[in-house]
């Protein structure tokens, strides 16, 4: 095999359920929607890559951090 080195970790259910502590209904949920990274599937197990759970922590601080465009709209009415 060629290529680079791995540069994440396998993340369990209960490992991502500590980074974003939602139900396991929520987190399927928005892995349905689309809202969360699908995860690996390994042996029966499911498993999610842990820089795709971190761009997810990204993308939701940067949601958090951009000013409320629709609040902006609204205020300026």
């Given amino acids: ?7 994440y970790t396998l993340l369990s259910t209960s490992d991502v359920q500590k980074i974003a502590p939602v139900s396991n209904v929520t987190l399927w949920r928005w892995v349905r929607n689309g809202k969360f990274p699908a995860p690996i599937r390994v042996a029966k197990n499911n498993f999610w890559r842990s ?6 922590m990204d993308d939701m601080s940067l949601r958090r951090a951009a000013p409320d465009h629709k609040a ?3 205020a300026r009415k």
Avoid: P
Avoid at 1 to 7: L, N, P, R
């Fill in 51 to 56: 820089d795709e759970v971190g761009a997810w």
């Fill in 1 to 7: 095999m060629t290529g680079s080195a791995i540069s």
């Fill in 72 to 74: 902006l709209s609204q």
